[in-house]
């Protein structure tokens, strides 16, 4: 629901209501490469060719992802953090 109510659009995801089509499904490992990726670099320019303007990262992405956040807190010329509590980080992509 965080789309929704923060009124911003989501770059990718299988939605649970739609069919698994091919272009949902690509989208989403396009996704999944940024928070795998080692190399910073090459996760930030597919951020920007998705369009994607916010990466937020809680307990579900640093589990399913361990060391995303370090990754991306050491990449602070890729992605700013722009909000922190205990339970989630937002970075945006500079």
Sequence with gaps: FIPTFAERRTSAGLPISLL????YQERSRLVQAIFTSPQ???AHAQARRLGIEYVWGDG???Q???GVTERFDAA???FKPVFRNAEV???AVR
């Design 64 to 66: 399913a992802y361990p």
């Design 76 to 78: 602070h010329q890729f």
């Design 20 to 23: 698994p089509v091919p272009e």
């Design 89 to 91: 980080v937002v970075y």
């Design 60 to 62: 579900h992405e640093q």
């Design 40 to 42: 910073m670099q090459m």
